[in-house]
């Protein structure tokens, strides 16, 4: 997986929740993954397919959703409901946006699925492209040890 591809997506995470959460922000180490992986509880799922295909996955607890929903929407969400489920759906939304428009200023062409969001218990997702998943930790100054992992699955179309 060429750093081209991730580089954008780790600028637009730390970018975005910075500004959305109004918080500080700090990025984790970066580690790969290469077999089946558990899911937090919370995940935006959004396909990429183009010159490169794969997947981004914005995961984390329910209480990290929470308290991003509380912080996006300037008022104290303690119910998993639609509202803060749109809420992780359109945080995953202005991240891969802002990603996907630097990468095609960098001449990479490719769309972008609508993000899916899955949430529950004991939940994995399997790593089928023969690509190790870059997993990008970001942790907010929420409190409580909030923090979304980023979890990038590209490679070039062959």
Do not use: C, W
């Not at 637009?12 to 109004?22: G, H, M, Q, R």
């Not at 939940?123 to 992992?149: F, H, Q």
Request: aromatic letters at 6%.
């Amino acid at each position: 997986m060429r750093v081209e591809y991730i580089n954008p997506f780790v600028e637009a995470a730390f970018n975005v929740l910075k500004e959305v959460l109004n918080t500080e922000v700090k990025r984790g180490d970066l580690y790969l993954k290469s077999s089946t992986m558990q899911i937090q509880g919370v995940a935006a799922l959004v396909g990429l397919a183009g010159d490169v295909e794969g997947r981004v996955l914005f995961d984390m607890t329910k209480d990290t959703a929470l308290s991003v929903a509380s912080g996006m929407n300037n008022e104290e969400m303690t119910v998993f409901d639609d509202l803060v489920k749109a809420t992780i759906t359109e945080l995953a939304n202005m991240i891969t946006a802002q990603a996907v428009t630097k990468l095609h200023e960098l001449g990479f062409k490719f769309d972008l699925t609508p993000p899916a969001l899955f949430t529950g218990e004991n939940m994995e997702i399997a790593n089928n492209m023969d690509v190790e998943a870059l997993i990008v930790p970001m942790e907010l100054g929420t409190g409580k040890g909030s923090k979304i992992e980023i979890n990038v699955v590209i490679r070039e179309r062959v």
